[in-house]
């Protein structure tokens, strides 16, 4: 069971390491696995550009090349951070959503509507989802948050 600590660090540690990944892409060995795993001490596996094998199948996603892939934890308390560059040309959001609801996601949080983006917010009995579509120059990218729901 993670502290309150490690439920705080490792979201903060996920969004870091989307953020360093492309600046570190270069980099010898993975400076910023070492770093996330310092700060999660945990189980950390960042910088992969394939879907995990251990990504709950319950979670639908977009079709598409993925950007990055990074997971953090293990067993129950496993975590995972995915982005993927859409391969459609139109917004994916409504297609999410619709994939979501059918797989059993409840989205009390809609924050879509914009062109250049939408945030979706969720959850099923199982985990808690975090997911935003941003409209870039060359299409869309969409970002998954998965975590494991807790009871507290």
């Known amino acids: ?44 596996d960042v910088g992969g550009t394939t879907v995990p094998s251990d990504f709950p199948q319950s979670v639908p996603l977009v079709s598409g090349k993925v950007l990055t892939a990074i997971a ?18 139109s917004d994916p959001t409504d297609t999410i959503k619709g994939d979501l609801k059918a797989a059993g996601f409840d989205l009390p949080i809609d924050a879509s509507g914009s062109t250049d983006g939408a945030a979706i917010v969720g959850a099923d009995k199982s985990y808690g989802i975090v997911i935003a579509v941003v409209n870039d120059k060359d299409g869309y990218i969409v970002n998954y948050t998965v975590t494991p729901a807790t009871s507290e």
Do not use: E, H
């Open 72 to 89: 953090v934890g293990k067993g129950a308390g496993k975590s995972w951070n995915i982005s993927i560059r859409y391969d459609g040309t």
């Open 1 to 44: 069971m993670p502290t309150r600590r490690q439920k705080f660090l490792i979201p903060v540690a996920l969004l870091g390491a989307l953020a360093l990944t492309p600046a570190l892409a270069g980099c010898s060995g993975n400076p910023l696995q070492t770093i996330v795993k310092q700060a999660t001490g945990g189980q950390v």
